[in-house]
């Protein structure tokens, strides 16, 4: 069972163009989560989903940011028009009954420039 | 609103010298706590839960950690550190029966000098 995948692992883009973050969970899990960890900062939550359905978006800035988890393939966290500030990293997590119980994939380091 | 605060940067231990890497918590209600840690240019790995049952929780890689209610701490501790122990260390609070997402403390830098 492979653990939680996350693409691309690292990730660059300009000012004003569009992220597009992949997550797949582990096989049987149905809740996902995201966080952003900022330089020399923890994690902080975004975003939980289920199949379809956004469950908790209250970590989620209100501009810019979408996230999706669609019945079938990968969660996806979209940031549209990119700024400096939004370089981080990404993490989701995956759990098959909720956070007690997530497991979180390696991330993905977004650089705007 | 639960918070989690890690008071230290970093840590420096000798190797095999215990180690303690302090964790306090504020949250109104049950608290559910974790500690992950998070090697350079990786994702997180869990170490350890509490739920609930016994204060003293057991992990991986040798890490205990002690739930002390009236303290509201959960610190994360070693008998003995080795080398290979030097990581970022998050401490993580879920309030019980929440369905949002885990709080995380700053997280400590463990150095352990061979």
């Known amino acids: 069972n492979a653990g939680v995948m996350q693409n691309p692992r690292h990730l660059v883009r300009r000012r004003g163009q569009e992220a597009r973050l992949r997550c797949s969970p582990m096989k049987g899990h149905s809740h996902v989560y995201w966080y952003r960890q900022l330089p020399e900062e923890g994690l902080k939550f975004m975003v939980y989903?289920?199949?379809?359905?956004?469950?908790?978006e209250s970590g989620m800035p209100k501009e810019r940011f979408s996230a999706e988890f669609p019945k079938e393939g990968p969660s996806i966290l979209r940031i549209q028009q990119v700024v400096r500030g939004d370089s981080a990293a990404y993490f989701c997590a995956s759990s098959p009954l909720g956070p007690r119980e997530a497991f979180f994939g390696q991330g993905t380091r977004l650089t705007v420039v | 609103a639960q918070s989690v605060a890690q008071p230290e940067d970093q840590v420096n231990v000798a190797e095999g010298n215990p180690l303690t890497v302090k964790c306090t918590y504020s949250v109104s209600g049950n608290p559910y706590l974790f500690w992950y840690v998070q090697y350079p240019n990786r994702g997180l790995q869990f170490l350890l839960k509490?739920?609930?049952?016994?204060?003293l929780v057991k992990g991986s890689y040798g890490f205990e950690a002690e739930f002390n209610k009236s303290q509201t701490s959960f610190h994360l501790k070693k008998p003995s550190a080795l080398v290979s122990d030097s990581a970022l260390y998050f401490c993580a609070v879920l309030l019980g029966g929440g369905a949002d997402g885990l709080t995380f403390g700053k997280g400590t830098h463990l150095i352990i000098q061979p």
């Open positions: 989903l289920q199949k379809e359905n956004i469950i908790d």
């Open positions: 509490y739920i609930t049952g016994d204060n």
